[in-house]
């Protein structure tokens, strides 16, 4: 199974900052099928990067994915207040299906 | 607009047997692929089992297996997930997720719309 590392598991921030997070896998994720989810405060998660950098519709162009192989990247470039929540990547290139830990992302 | 609703969570004792429905409606619910993700809050988000449009390829996490059965009816646009045995661990809010294809693998993985959730909760 391909393990998903996050890092860190909270990021204390500010609204208008920008955040970086990480997402590490235990091999290489197949033709770098790594998604995003954001889940915020009792909501189901929304998807938000897919394919490691593909924004989902409707997602504003303050979230940015990056990265390829084992190591991605999820940016998000002046936050709003409601971007504090937690964040997932998860592959989706092997079976089993996988997830990370989550980063939570608090004021 | 794509419409997730899982109903059929509940109190259930250890080894006993529960169904989870997730109707489904706005999009072409034949031509894609389904997923049932629960989550703890000690364990995040855990992937359960996957079927594809026409049924032909489903597939469970080790910790399901023998135990849970995933299947679908596309007449009545709902999945369902049949889960025997239950155990303590089992105890999680899940979700249902519509894939952006009709094949469980590859792009068929990807979760793009999930549902609110019906929570299971297994204790004596």
């Known amino acids: 199974d391909i393990v998903l590392t996050q890092s860190p598991g909270t990021l204390s921030s500010t609204p208008g900052e920008r955040v970086t997070l990480s997402c590490r896998a235990s091999?290489?994720?197949?033709?770098?099928?790594l998604a995003w989810y954001q889940q915020r405060r009792g909501q189901a998660p929304r998807l938000l990067i897919y394919g490691a950098s593909s924004r989902a519709t409707g997602i504003p162009g303050r979230f940015s994915g990056s990265g390829s192989g084992t190591d991605f990247t999820l940016t998000v470039s002046g936050l709003e207040p409601e971007d504090f929540a937690v964040y997932y990547c998860?592959?989706?290139?092997?079976?089993?299906?996988?997830f990370g830990g989550g980063t939570k992302v608090e004021i | 607009e794509v419409q997730l609703v899982e109903s059929g969570g509940d109190l259930v004792q250890p080894g006993g047997s529960l169904r989870l429905s997730c109707a489904a409606s706005g999009f072409n619910f034949e031509d894609c692929a389904m997923h049932w993700v629960r989550q703890t809050p000690g364990k995040g988000l855990e992937w359960v089992a996957s079927?594809?449009?026409?049924?032909?390829?489903?597939?469970?996490a080790e910790s399901v297996k023998g135990r849970f059965t995933v299947s679908r009816d596309n007449a009545k646009t709902s999945v369902f997930l049949q889960m025997e045995r239950l155990k303590l661990e089992d105890t999680a809010l899940y979700y249902c997720?519509?894939?952006?294809?009709?094949?469980?693998f590859g792009r068929g993985g990807l979760i793009d719309q999930w549902g609110q959730g019906t929570l299971v909760t297994v204790s004596s």
């Open positions: 997720g519509k894939a952006e294809r009709g094949y469980i």
């Open positions: 091999q290489s994720v197949h033709n770098d099928y």
């Open positions: 998860q592959q989706y290139g092997n079976s089993p299906l996988t």
């Open positions: 079927i594809s449009w026409n049924s032909g390829g489903i597939d469970y």
